[in-house]
């Protein structure tokens, strides 16, 4: 089975800086999706970032990027120039590839609570 | 655009009721779940189906059973309610192969959310 941990339950940072969210998973599988979600107050799951693992590098998406260490099976999310905006719960999440039994599966954290302070 | 509408988005059960749980999705996808999401747990599958009454047991089954009669619609049924369900839940669905990903490159779309009391 896999799991997906997330140690830091709250974060906190200024507005324009940088904040980085950890994120560690357990798998026996060699091909596999992880993400990075966030859900903001209005509890709407809005996916942030999308890693292969099959690809080494790190995606980037605006502001947003991932460090990806799959040898340690680490993904954290580094938020660049934070704005008030990125005030939300951001989940890590592990799916196994759709071509296996995985039916899209997705296994989560436990959560980071970002607050962006002004 | 993807909709994944979940009917209820606030409800207060007394313990004992049968509480359904209604989820409709727009884009023909053949996996539908019920997550259910509690503060430092995160999201926990609780049933999946991927296919028109096909059901599968996700991490915590006990105490819900589901229904898909049709392939947009997945309901979550607590046939009889306890506090220990209160909780948020979650609906989503996704399409079957990663060769349908959407140009976003996301896999799995997401409803608002139901909270539901239990008291």
Redesign the interface.
Known sequence: AQT?T?SQ?EMSVQEAETVTLSCTYDTSESNY?LFWYKQPP????I?VI?QEAYKQQNATENRFSVNFQKAAKSFSLKISDSQLGDTAMY?CAF?M???GTS?????????TILTVHP | DVKVTQSSRYLVKRTGEKVFLECVQDMDHENMFWYRQDPGLGLRLIYFSYDVKMKEKGDIPEGYSVSREKKERFSLILESASTNQTSMYLCASSPLGEDRVGPSGNTIYFGEGSWLTVV
């Open positions: 997906v997330q339950p999706y209005s509890r709407q799951m996916l999308r989940f799916i590839n759709a071509g039916y899209g599966k997705l296994t989560f954290g436990q959560g």
